[in-house]
Structure formats: C-alpha cells, structure tokens
C-alpha cells in the first residue's frame, strides 16, 4: 500500500465517482479503478458498493475513510513542519539529562553553545535514563548527557561519547558513623538500608547495585525508592538509609550528605554525550563540541 492508493480512494469517495475523480486526479479512469481494486486486494474487504457510474462506501469503507484522512494529513503535516525548518533552521535544540552527574558540565556546555548558536534555544529535560533512551529513540532529544554504568543499559545502541568517569561512593548523612572513616567496606555498606532509585525508572541503576555488589554475601537492602537523585539525597540527609552515588553529587548538593570511599574502589561509571546514530543536525554538532570542550577546560576530561 502506497500513500497514492489512500489519495486515490479519498478522492473516489469524495466524489462519489470514478470518472470526476480522475479528471480531478489527472490519471485516466481505468488507471484509477485498477488502483482502487487493488488497494481492496490488498485490505482484504470491499470499499465501494458499485452502482453504474457512481459508487458508494461500505461500512468498513466509512471507517478506512477516517483513517486513510487522517494518515494523508499527518502526512501533509510532516511536511509542512520539515519544509518550514529546512527554509528557517533550527529553533530549538531538546537535551536530556541527568542531573547530578552533569551539573558541572552542563552549564558550562549551554554557555558556550548559545555563544556559537544564538538563535537556537536550549530545552532541557530532567528524565530518567529509561526516559532519555526512548526521547533520543522518537526524536523528542536530539542530545543527551548521561551516565552509563553499564554496557548492557539503555543507551548500548546509540551513538556515545565519554566525557568524565566518576568516582563512586557511599552517601551516608553527616551524623553517620560511617561519615568519620576514610572508607567504608562494601560488606560494611551492605548492613545498611539503602535508598535507592525507582526500577521501573532505573533499572540500569538496580543492574548496577546487584553488580558491585555480587561479591557481598549479603545483598544490600533498598527500604525506599525515589524517582530522583535531589529526593534520594533528601532522604539520606534526613537519616533513612544510605545511598550508593557518583562523587559529583557533592558538586550538587554540597555538605548536606557525606560521601565516602568504598573499599575495594568500584570502577569509575562513564558519564557522556548521547545521540542517536547518524549524520548529527548543525546545532546537535555543535552541542556535542562545545560539551567536550567544556569537560576539556574544567579538568573533568576522561583520565586515560
């Protein structure tokens, strides 16, 4: 089935009328009822009722009127909207992150891009990894910074770069007992009740606790989950539980947690840039340099 067999039919039934229908279509008659018997072929049911020269919907043809208008106008649409952004370029640029490995990246990154690109507006999204994954995937984001724990994760089959690798550590309040040692043992960690992020948001997040600690004989127990790095740090402060976190999260939140080493040091998470694979568009490009360039000149580049 091709758009021009759903033209074809609207007109028919528009007009009631094979011959006026093809005047209006500019294609001969026998042209246009070979088209429309093979557009039924193909659906399996009759459109038309053929009386003479005029013809009249079935029922089911009522229906796949409805729904053969509304595929040729989001048609129309799409091109209407890529028509316009090829004559005026680009407007806006929508970015996906996560926010507490990114907060001393991310600022630096949209000074810079707006510098270079005036005329492109910066829309950022605060969305879980799961969110980013399916934004990047439908086009909603054009460009993501995040962190990627795991190669199995969410983002495995995009296009990614490494920015920083973070250090991890425990987040344990200031009144903690853990807080006055220089570290902190991962069977040690795992006595306490931790908080965590929601899994049906997360996952990649709960892959990761199972995977540092799978040499732990008792697993860590999350007693709460929260479907956001600010809630879980509140819950932390307020005295809860314990929390497994990136050490720029003491960039974001400054003094309210305590972050401690863990012991043996877990491997340092990637955190980068995202996008789909592909040719990038012009302002993504830019995007994409001005975040390396960014990561570059604060000190937070990749350690080889």
Excluded at 17 to 42: F, G, Y
Excluded at 119 to 137: F, M, P, T, Y
Aim: hydrophobic share 40%.
């Amino acid at each position: 089935m091709e758009l021009r067999h759903l033209r074809y039919f609207v007109a028919v039934a528009e007009m009631e009328n094979v011959s006026r229908a093809a005047l209006k279509l500019h294609v001969s008659q026998p042209t246009l009822s070979t088209q429309i018997r093979d557009l039924e072929d193909e659906l399996g049911f009759t459109l038309f009722e053929r009386t003479g020269k005029s013809v009249r919907l079935t029922d089911a043809g009522f229906l796949f009127l409805k729904e053969a208008r509304a595929v040729l106008e989001r048609t129309n649409e799409a091109v209407r909207n890529s028509r316009a952004f090829a004559q005026a370029g680009e407007t806006e640029l929508h970015v996906g992150y996560a926010p507490t490995p990114s907060g001393h990246i991310l600022s630096a990154t949209i000074r810079a891009f707006q510098k270079a690109m005036p005329n492109v507006h910066v829309k950022l999204h605060d969305w879980s990894n799961e969110e980013i994954a399916v934004g990047l995937r439908d086009g909603r984001l054009s460009v993501a910074l995040i962190a990627r724990a795991l190669e199995r994760g969410p983002f495995r089959d995009f296009r990614f770069e490494e920015l920083v690798r973070e250090h991890v550590r425990l987040a344990v309040p200031p009144n903690h007992p853990f807080a006055r040692r220089r570290s902190v043992s991962l069977a040690d960690a795992a006595q306490e009740p931790f908080i965590g992020l929601t899994r049906e948001d997360f996952p990649d997040y709960h892959g990761y606790l199972a995977s540092l600690f799978a040499s732990v004989k008792n697993k860590p127990r999350v007693i709460q989950e929260h479907d956001g790095m600010t809630s879980v740090v509140s819950a932390v402060e307020a005295g809860t539980g314990v929390a497994v976190a990136v050490e720029a999260l003491g960039y974001a939140f400054g003094n309210r947690v305590k972050l401690v080493r863990l012991t043996p040091e877990p491997k340092p998470i990637s955190f980068g840039i995202a996008a789909r694979k592909g040719r990038l568009s012009p302002a993504t490009e830019k995007f994409w340099q001005c975040a390396k360039e960014a990561a570059a000149s604060i000190g937070v580049f990749p350690k080889k």
